[in-house]
């Protein structure tokens, strides 16, 4: 038998789109559904040691009916935007301890986790986490990005270099792959004053920004020969 709560849960998650729209005025609902989750996946284990391990196995043992994952990031993105950074740090913290995270799958949420250190000055914490991060995962791009706002912060210049290098060898060649990278390069350029690199990276955005403006507009007809020359195809 399904526990009850879910129900309540559902409720919750209701009032939550609600107050996105401003139908429902009080936004502590996020976090009471964000709370009611944890204690009942908590629940379910004493029961089951083996439930909901995973964010998909969870989604699965309750038929796909409230959209877990779904609603989990509108209440992050939701949390962040309101700039709850002592909160979202919680939840993060919450979500990389409750469920187990594969190679690779929680790489946003920990993006998440070393950019609410940053923001709350926490920026050794922050700057260690990547490096754990990194040495966990090598090749993971969203693991080196974080790694790279987190040691501008902590003014480990050289560091943030040697990554930029590693990650983007081709720094004309921005894709929807590593994009993210290119964004942060510009940020240490910029911060350590190196005008002509920071160009470079704004130039290839800018590249990578107009083949995508056109490609989803369809404004051009020799949009498919842009994307044919990007790396990611």
Do not use: H
């Not at 894709?175 to 704004?202: R, V």
């Amino acid at each position: 038998m399904r526990n009850k709560k879910w129900k309540k849960f559902n409720s919750l998650t209701g009032k939550c789109y609600s107050n996105l729209i401003g139908a429902e005025k009080d936004a502590g609902c996020w976090e009471q559904a964000f709370d009611l989750l944890k204690e009942i996946v908590l629940e379910e284990r004493q029961k089951d040691p083996g439930f909901g391990l995973e964010l998909e196995q969870l989604e699965e043992a309750t038929d796909y009916e409230y959209d877990i994952e779904g609603w989990l990031e509108d209440c992050l993105d939701e949390i962040d935007m309101r700039e709850e950074k002592v909160l979202l740090l919680k939840m993060c913290d919450n979500l990389l301890d409750l469920f187990n995270w594969p190679e690779y799958t929680g790489s946003d949420l920990k993006f998440r986790k070393t950019t609410a250190l940053c923001e709350l000055g926490r920026v050794s914490e922050a700057a260690k986490y990547c490096r754990e991060w990194m040495k966990k995962e090598p090749e993971n791009l969203t693991a080196a990005t974080a790694g790279v706002y987190a040691f501008i912060e902590t003014e480990e210049f050289d560091a943030a270099e040697e990554l930029v290098g590693r990650f983007i060898p081709d720094r004309s060649s921005c894709t929807e792959e590593n994009d993210i990278m290119f964004t942060a390069a510009s940020k240490l350029y910029e911060t350590i004053g190196k005008n002509e690199e920071k160009q470079q990276m704004e130039d290839a955005l800018e590249k990578y920004d107009q083949y995508l403006e056109k490609y989803l507009t369809g404004s051009d007809e020799d949009d498919e020969d842009y994307f044919d020359e990007l790396p990611f195809n």
